[in-house]
């Protein structure tokens, strides 16, 4: 059974920069593709940002477009999340989970970190 287990966020000013990770196992990693989903209230949970595992394909929200990089580390079976020059739209609870990933779409297909709140606020 794949797990996904994540790290980092937390408060940070507008403009600041936040690094999360996401530790996987129970799974043959570098065949999968992963994305960074984020739930904000009143708003359905969305990829934000995501990775194909098999051709490095990244796809991303028009609003992180140039401030959110995602990078993955296949011999430590983690993927990461950099989110730079954040501003309070940007708050909500983010979590990893496997995706199916193209240039257009990102779609979880389950088995999800346990997400953790990132709020951006002076």
């Known amino acids: 059974q794949p797990r996904l287990v994540e790290s980092g966020g937390g408060l940070v000013q507008p403009g600041g920069s936040l690094r999360r990770s996401c530790v996987a196992s129970?799974?043959?990693?570098?065949?999968?593709?992963i994305g960074w989903f984020r739930q904000t209230p009143g708003k359905e949970r969305e990829g934000v940002i995501c990775?194909?595992?098999?051709?490095?394909?990244?796809y991303s929200i028009d609003a992180v477009k140039g401030r959110f990089f995602i990078s993955r580390d296949n011999a430590k079976n983690t993927v990461y999340l950099q989110m730079n020059s954040l501003t309070p739209e940007d708050t909500g609870v983010y979590y990893c989970a496997l995706a199916v990933v193209s240039a257009y779409t990102c779609h979880d297909i389950g088995s999800w970190g346990q997400g953790t709140q990132v709020t951006v606020s002076s």
């Open positions: 129970g799974l043959r990693w570098d065949s999968y593709s």
């Open positions: 990775n194909n595992g098999r051709d490095n394909t990244t």
